[in-house]
């Protein structure tokens, strides 16, 4: 299968529209999909990024998604975030788990574990 151009780079979501199709997408891949709820204005959010991108560089078989929580507030609030940054884990259209705030190591045993989960049962 060939490589898509979003391999590999966190998507920003932009608009409800963006955000819906990015999400059928990795729904239909039956990738892991960890979404970044941030916000322009969290310190916590920005020291995060690039660690957020470099992770989408490594782990091309998860799908990375970045929503601002002011951009989206419709998203935010029917996720149920409240703290920036929020990372949420989805599965096939379910949530598997979260993470709030900008905890790298947290974040990395989290995408280790559900890597791992995937790989035990395909």
Known sequence: MAASSDEGQ????HTVEQWTAQLEKANESKKLVVIDFT??????????????AELAKKLT???FLKVDVDELKTVAQDWAVEAMPT??????GNIVDKVVGA??????QTIAKHLSAASASS
């Open 39 to 52: 916000a322009s204005w969290c310190g916590p959010c920005r020291f995060i990024s690039p660690f957020l």
């Open 103 to 108: 905890k790298k190591d947290e974040l990395q």
């Open 10 to 13: 966190v998507i920003s979501c």
């Open 61 to 63: 078989d998860v799908m």
């Open 87 to 92: 990372f949420m884990f989805v599965k096939e």
